[in-house]
């Protein structure tokens, strides 16, 4: 969706609120397509002292199949967005990812949002953030609770026993 801005383009403390859903079914990451429900965006924008900001966030369910334990996960989400919006880049070494360059007056929210999230999800997609995986050695899933497997003896400890046994 383009939103016009004119309107708090020149109005110090004016807002413009904004409500939209993103279709983001095609976005592949890490080899599937997590986003299978629409993204709800939901904020505004504000002129704060001149300078535009954008504030909201975005909320979705992610599907995927998580990189730690293989299993199949369903996950809410819900990432913050504050980007900066400005009509000339005064210094190209300020703008960061979290900048967006307006084309005249107008802010092209879908483009601007999609950054944001793709911006906000996490490297790997996990079923959980503390995602505990499997077990190296026996393959069980940790989540479900511990396995048998003793841990790995410290090679440092075992020297240690080796030299002590000896004397
Ligand atoms: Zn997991
Ligand atoms: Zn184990």
Redesign the pocket.
């Known amino acids: 969706m383009l939103l016009r801005l004119s309107k708090i383009i020149e109005v110090p403390d004016s807002a413009l609120p904004f409500e939209i859903q993103l279709d983001l079914h095609e976005m592949q990451f890490g080899g599937c397509f997590p986003v299978q429900e629409p993204v709800a965006a939901k904020g505004e924008i504000k002129n704060t002292a001149g300078v535009l900001l954008l504030e909201g966030t975005l909320t979705t369910v992610l599907h995927g199949v998580?990189d730690?334990?293989?299993?199949e996960?369903e996950r809410e989400v819900s990432y913050p967005v504050h980007c900066v919006l400005t009509t000339e880049l005064e210094n190209e070494d300020e703008a960061d990812e979290w900048t967006f360059l307006l084309q005249d007056d107008t802010a092209d929210l879908d483009e601007i949002l999609t950054t944001a999230f793709v911006l906000n999800m996490d490297s790997k997609l996990?079923?959980?953030p503390d995602?505990k995986?499997l077990c190296f050695r026996c393959g069980k899933n940790l989540?479900e609770g511990d396995c048998d497997c003793r841990p790995e003896t410290d090679p440092r400890l075992a020297v240690l026993g080796q030299l002590l046994k000896d004397k």
């Open positions: 998580c730690r334990c293989a299993a996960f996990l079923c959980k995602c995986g989540n």
